[in-house]
């Protein structure tokens, strides 16, 4: 172990780490932060998934820009499913240094790993919607040509020789 860890984190860095002071009160507030943070988990995957599963069910929605906001919601569902528990599970673990050391090492790791993925991904997501909506603003009609068949066909249905007489 290094001398820029103490021996009370067990490989968890020290701006995560447990307050030195030994008190109920820092205690309350990890208990109040996975009260709080597990609802919000669940209320996060769920909600997003919603959004995926409106997206892909409703034909009208399915255009780029709803595509690019599915794939949004897609990260976001994943960090509800992943990012949030583990971190109310590391927090809570650090109060028990003696017996799970190892395990909140890997717990952090994890967590580490799983943060940074899926805000990289919700960062890339978002700066592609950016320029998907810039170009949309700038260049509109073609980007609706561009963009959108399906809505050059429901404008533009096609014209049948037998019911057209001036098409041969």
């Not at 968890?12 to 709080?36: C, M």
């Not at 669940?42 to 906001?69: E, W, Y």
């Not at 794939?71 to 509800?80: N, Q, V």
């Amino acid at each position: 172990m290094t001398e820029s860890k103490s021996s009370n984190s067990c490989g968890v860095p020290e701006w995560f780490a447990v307050p030195k002071r030994n008190d109920s009160a820092a205690y309350i507030n990890e208990v109040f932060l996975a009260a709080v943070n597990i609802p919000f988990c669940i209320f996060a995957f769920f909600s997003n998934l919603v959004i995926i599963a409106t997206i892909i069910k409703t034909p009208s929605l399915q255009r780029p820009c709803n595509t690019l906001l599915c794939s949004l919601a897609a990260t976001d569902c994943l960090t509800g499913i992943t990012a949030q528990p583990i971190f109310v599970a590391l927090r809570l673990s650090l109060y028990y240094v003696s017996s799970t050391c190892s395990y909140q090492e890997k717990l952090f790791l994890a967590f580490y790993c799983s943060t940074m993925l899926t805000s990289g991904w919700s960062f890339a997501f978002l700066i592609v919607i950016s320029f998907d909506r810039h170009y949309a603003l700038s260049r509109p009609l073609i980007y609706r040509a561009s963009a959108t068949n399906k809505g050059n066909i429901l404008l533009h249905p096609p014209i049948h020789p037998s019911i057209h007489p001036s098409v041969r």
